[in-house]
């Protein structure tokens, strides 16, 4: 059996409430005859009357009457949707979502969000905290909208990248610590510090430094997420190297920071899905965080 027409059910609708075919014509901006086909064709299709036409006015039978019931919510929830459709395409009532590595400050959250509440109201932001790999490999499959990584990366068919961060790295190193003024990978490698894992951005950047001297890192301790390596770095455990992000967070603030020699930096960039590019909601988050996209300054 052929669905049922918008169009006729709200014809329908519009004899039982003002019941004439006349005055239904002229509410609807319709011809009479049209009124007339409309009521027909929804018969037709449901193979029943609809309507007693009398004299004066036209009564539902109770086949009518169960249908212009069911169809009062029918047209309810289509204007709903074309609301929800409206403000989608608006950008409003959207969720964007967003991978990012445990390394990306998640101090820069709250300004993100305060900054669309201001400017994007309705665009709700789902964070997603994984790694780097990850976060292009969920963004490729349409599972994320935005993805905050560490550079470079592959960039499959269908995702674009642009540069977002390039934070200088430190050391970082509890109160009491005696430290030279410029950190060197010699120096660094005689003391008992901490490093992240194997597989991690971090990692590799830290390889590459130490490698420019001619050393392999030798880390007392190894981890994966940020946090636990600051708390153990202010509880006295060692120091370790860290971009230096802005705004900064409580521990990090306690502790010295030293400038390494040579300078090393961390590369971010932000992927998006080429299609996603169109999303107004995407685009709001992308000019949101595209506000902290310059380099921390030395």
Known sequence: MRRLNLDQLQTLVAVADLGTLAAAAQALHLSPPAVSLHIQELEARLDTPLLVRGKRKAQLTPAGALLA????????????????????????GASVRIGASAGVSPLLLPELLQ???????????????????????????????????????????????????????????????????????????????????????????????????????????EMSFPEGIRALVAAGHGPTVLPREEPMDAVSRTLQ??????????????????????????????????????????
Do not use: Y
């Open 69 to 92: 019931e069911g169809g009062r919510r029918l047209l309810a929830d289509s204007e709903s949707l074309l609301r929800q459709v409206r403000k989608r395409a608006e950008g409003f």
């Open 257 to 298: 920071q030293r400038g390494l020699s040579p300078a090393l930096t961390r590369p971010l960039g932000l992927a998006c899905r080429s299609a996603a590019q169109q999303d107004p909601a995407v685009q709001a988050v992308v000019r949101g965080l595209m506000r902290f996209a310059d380099p921390v300054r030395q």
């Open 115 to 221: 900054w669309l509440a201001e400017h994007a109201p309705g665009v709700e932001l789902r964070l997603e905290v994984v790694s780097s790999a990850q976060a292009m490999q969920r963004l490729a499959t349409g599972h994320l909208d935005l993805a905050l990584v560490g550079l470079p990366q592959p960039l499959p068919s269908g995702l674009e990248m642009r540069a977002w961060r390039n934070d200088p790295m430190e050391l970082f190193a509890s109160p009491q610590m005696a430290l030279p003024d410029q950190i060197t990978p010699e120096w660094l490698n005689a003391q008992p510090w901490i490093g992240f894992a194997a597989g991690t951005q971090m990692h590799r950047l830290l390889s590459q430094w130490f490698a420019q001297a001619g050393l392999l890192p030798q880390p007392r301790m």
